[in-house]
T-cell receptor, first 111, second 118 residues
Framework: EDQVTQSPEALRLQEGESSSLNCSYT??????LFWYRQDPGKGPEFLFT???AGEEKEKERLKATLTKKESFLHITAPKPEDSATYLC????????????FGPGTSLSVIP | GAVVSQHPSRVICKSGTSVKIECRSL??????MFWYRQFPKQSLMLMAT?????????EQGVEKDKFLINHASLTLSTLTVTSAHPEDSSFYIC??????????????FGPGTRLLVL
């Protein structure tokens, strides 16, 4: 069965304390892996798309990496404004349209 | 670029009434739009895929007669919740793919609509 899991469920960091969020997936064929940020009461905001193992993408304090089984979202020296829920989603080769979302990691960055 | 809007942002209705939610792509034409539902502290669940000019494709377990989807133009899709009941209360989010931007598979999301059925 195709599925996406994320860990931890919630993470509290002090401002400046770097950490990583994990997204593990089991799908029949990976078409692409997507990272989104979602603020409370808002729609998800697109961050990155990764396609193949070894690929990395960076944006400000965020860096996403991909292996054959999982992806990591590294947050370097986070700030309070990085507090949000980070969602991972996987697109499958068997369906161009459908993506499966993970449950998300709720990140809180304390000043 | 790739901006998606939704209207209304919040709606409260009485049980038994119907509610229409609009999803618009503001700066691109979207041949495909998606409708999701999100319960508190849960992730997004795909309800249906909406293709311009054709019938929507519903996910297993989603009642097509209850959640009517119309994608009449390249910039507008609507979701109508018919005969709404309290259990339909949720956060409804639409998304769209922008064929003019890369990567083309990326979905861009609207701000969501909070529905409360009393």
């Amino acid at each position: 069965e195709d599925q996406v899991t994320q860990s931890p469920e919630a993470l509290r960091l002090q401002e400046g304390e770097s950490s990583s969020l994990n997204c593990s997936y089991t799908v029949s064929g990976l078409r692409g892996l997507f990272w989104y940020r979602q603020d409370p009461g808002k729609g998800p905001e697109f961050l990155f798309t990764l396609y193949s193992a070894g690929e990395e993408k960076e944006k400000e304090r965020l860096k996403a990496t991909l292996t054959k089984k999982e992806s990591f979202l590294h947050i370097t020296a986070p700030k309070p404004e990085d507090s949000a829920t980070y969602l991972c989603a996987v697109g499958m080769k068997t369906s161009y349209d459908k993506v499966i979302f993970g449950p998300g990691t709720s990140l809180s960055v304390i000043p | 670029g790739a901006v998606v809007s939704q209207h209304p942002s919040r709606v409260i209705c009485k049980s038994g009434t119907s509610v229409k939610i609009e999803c618009r792509s503001l700066d691109f034409q979207a041949t495909t739009m998606f409708w999701y539902r999100q319960f508190p502290k849960q992730s997004l669940m795909l309800m249906a895929t909406s293709n311009e000019g054709s019938k929507a494709t519903y996910e297993q377990g989603v009642e097509k007669d209850k959640f009517l989807i119309n994608h009449a133009s390249l910039t507008l899709s609507t979701l109508t919740v018919t005969s709404a009941h309290p259990e339909d209360s949720s956060f409804y989010i639409c998304s769209a793919r922008d064929p003019g931007s890369l990567p083309q598979e990326t979905q861009y999301f609207g701000p969501g609509t909070r529905l409360l059925v009393l």
